[in-house]
């Protein structure tokens, strides 16, 4: 049976600021914009003690705690330890899915076998994450993906939980259907109408009174709420698109912020382009409006690209044609048709020379090239078949 790890770093942005300022270590602590509008992206666990959790209003937060310390965010500092967390997890084993910036999957079904205690390869892994980088982290350890992500919510921080398919009925199904990782907050209320409050609900409810509410992913849903997940470990370098997106807590309007912000997510994309050494041709768009009308534009180019500028130009191209129509409250941005860079070769274009070059003109140049006669026109074809030859 397949072992998977799923680890995620507890309050990661918060738990960075800590090791650049050891000071704040202990404090209720968020990290947002310290400005009139903003709101909170991360909360330390001292500060959740007060309620405070993430996406809630700054004003609210500092309402609620006199003595919140609150720190500026800092991509660069995120970028660069989620690099070296990665790394150590690669070192114990390569099968591994980035799943964002502060968590990942990796199979250790092979790797595990060294260990004397199934446990102690959880433990090594949590051991040197934090010597080397102060950073606490929670370990899922489950036969799937679904259940180590589950698992490793279980105990934070610095939790290591074990969740096997039979204790599904002990530790899964007792849980609030909102705790279940996919169901999104809009669901839980419709799922809730019909009578669907636990995992276990979910996991023995009729797939046709369900599927209205969860649509074609149903039959998924259901087999996870029993503990059955068959979706695999997808190396990051593997990946069909690579894409970001950001929900907006008050919608924009205005068309410089949107453009910044617009920005900002392909600005990650791309780094995430960069560090898996992967160029693609197709970029999406989407965005969603106040009133939740939703609206998705896409554009395949002529080459293969990684090229920052190009891709914000070919995005605000296609914002373009939404621009005016309503408040925006999310973005979204993507780049498909994916290969290795160093994979790509550049088409060498043998004809630039050649004005309105005929079939003649392009066959002629390839067997040149090529010191050969492997191209022949139809015509010619059909002429050596009538002759014989």
Known sequence: MAVVFHIDINAFF???????????????????SNHRGSVVTTASYEARKFGIHSAM????????????EVVDID?????????????IIQSYSSHLEQASIDECYVDVTNVIKQYDKPLDLAVAIQKQVFEELRLPISIGVAPNKFLAKMASDMKKPNGITVLRIREVDKFLWPLPIEDMFGIGKK??????????????????????????ILGINTRNYIDRANGLDMSQIVPFSKAKSVGQSKTFTNAMTD?????????????????RLHKSDLVGKTITFSLRMEDF??????????????DLNLIYEKVIGLYDEFEGYDAINFISVSISNLISKSDHLQQLDLFSDLENPTIQDIVGRLNKELKSDLFITTDTLLEKISDGK
Do not use: W
Not at 17 to 29: A, F, Q, R
């Open 255 to 271: 068309l410089d912020e949107i453009r910044h912000s617009i920005l900002v997510e392909i600005e990650e994309m791309v780094r």
């Open 57 to 68: 209003p700054l004003a609210h937060a500092k309402r609620l705690c006199n003595d919140l």
């Open 293 to 306: 009308k939703t609206a998705a534009r896409s554009t395949t180019l002529e080459h293969y690209t990684d």
């Open 187 to 212: 669901t839980v209320p419709r799922l809730k109408e019909i009578g669907i409050h636990t995992i276990h609900d979910l996991a023995n409810a009729n797939e046709d009174n369900v599927r209205p």
């Open 75 to 87: 991509f660069e500092l995120y970028h660069d330890l989620s690099d070296r967390f990665i790394k």
């Open 14 to 32: 918060a738990s960075a600021h800590v090791i650049t300022n050891p000071n704040l270590e202990g404090k209720p602590l968020v990290v947002c």
